[in-house]
């Protein structure tokens, strides 16, 4: 399994385009075979940052979905990133 973690800071003002422009691809997302989870949402503390959260089965299904990225827009409203991939061995209960 593979996660796909971290958080984006966005330019002043595009938080909430962003974040409505994110519903498609967390839809498409948790429709695509291999997509455990996929989440992209506001943070409750800092308002120019965005948390991201994905699980896949494995980094062919992410490469897969993924493509070429977010489109020059969204892009565009992404000041800094820092997204880190997980790739978990063992999974239990919490």
Not at 27 to 32: D, I, P, Q, S
Not at 40 to 64: F, K, M
């Given at each position: ?33 291999g ?37 020059s ?22």
């Amino acid at each position: 399994m593979l996660i796909v973690s971290g958080k984006l800071y966005l330019r002043p003002g595009t938080a909430e385009k962003f974040l409505a422009s994110s519903v498609e691809a967390m839809e498409l997302a948790r429709h695509t075979s291999g997509c455990l989870d996929f989440v992209v949402a506001a943070d409750p503390i800092e308002s120019d940052r965005v948390n991201v959260y994905e699980e896949w089965e494995s980094e062919n299904a992410l490469l897969a979905f993924r493509g070429e990225g977010p489109d020059s827009e969204m892009q565009s409203s992404i000041l800094r990133a820092s997204v880190s991939r997980h790739v978990v061995t063992s999974t239990g209960p919490a």
